[in-house]
């Protein structure tokens, strides 16, 4: 068990719809990253959130947008779902202690299915 | 920004042979880089790292090397046996305005055959 909690782990829904992806990091982690995973690929790097700041941004589509709340928890929200958005959406978390860099330890992550 | 290149994109390799996985970065700032083992439908999981301050680092089977002046890293594994095979990602991180920053390689699938 990684400490970092996302829920909930299998999504279906249909075309159009959104949906809501929650990701508890491990206690303490200020860095909160959310990456999407599609069939044999690797991993791509939507969006990150430190202490409550978006600090950095990928490929984040405009239909998808993220928070992270004063508790540290984030949320990743997909709306007007497409086909292609099917795919398994992973939550890490890093800690970075008086500014070293420390590893990023994954969710188990949400395989989200449209259908 | 960061920028990792990872190669090869799969690898096959029979058992009890060494397997080599490379990866380039283009940010000097960039000082640790870790490793990550993602079994099918897993999460991926730290395997090593290494810091900037070091050349080479091993752990039983695994070792990462690291050439801070060719901005280029690489994991070694030995005697592989049918469970390493996974998907390997290295990344680069670096520290900066208050915050690390992440980049992710693309990605090796690795096949040990019996």
């Known amino acids: 068990d990684s400490g970092v909690t996302q829920t909930p782990k299998h999504l279906i829904t249909a075309t159009g719809q959104r949906v809501t992806l929650r990701c508890s990091p491990r206690?303490?982690?200020?860095?909160v990253y959310w990456y999407q995973q599609s069939l044999d690929q690797g991993l791509q790097f939507l969006i990150q959130y430190y202490n409550g700041e978006e600090r950095a941004k990928g490929n984040i589509l405009e239909r998808f947008s993220a928070q992270q709340f004063p508790d540290l928890h984030s949320e990743l929200n997909l709306s007007s779902l497409e086909l292609g958005d099917s795919a398994l959406y992973f939550c890490a978390s890093s800690a970075s202690p008086g500014g070293m860099n420390t590893e990023a330890f994954f969710g188990q992550g949400t395989r989200l299915t449209v259908v | 920004g960061e920028n990792v290149e990872q190669h090869p994109s799969t690898l096959s390799v029979q058992e009890g042979d060494s397997a080599v996985i490379k990866c380039t970065y283009s940010?000097?700032?960039?000082?640790?880089f870790p490793w990550y083992k993602q079994e099918l439908g897993k999460r991926p999981q730290l395997i090593i790292d290494?810091?900037?301050?070091?050349g080479e680092k091993k752990d039983q089977r695994i070792a990462v090397t690291l050439n801070k002046t060719a901005k280029h890293f690489s994991l070694h594994i030995t005697e592989t046996q049918p469970e390493d095979s996974a998907v390997y990602f290295c990344?680069?991180?670096?520290?900066?305005?208050?915050?690390?920053?992440?980049?992710f390689g693309t990605g090796t699938k690795l096949q040990v055959i019996p």
């Open positions: 940010d000097s700032a960039s000082n640790y």
């Open positions: 206690s303490g982690d200020l860095s």
């Open positions: 290494i810091r900037s301050n070091v």
């Open positions: 990344a680069a991180s670096y520290y900066s305005g208050g915050y690390q920053k992440v980049t």
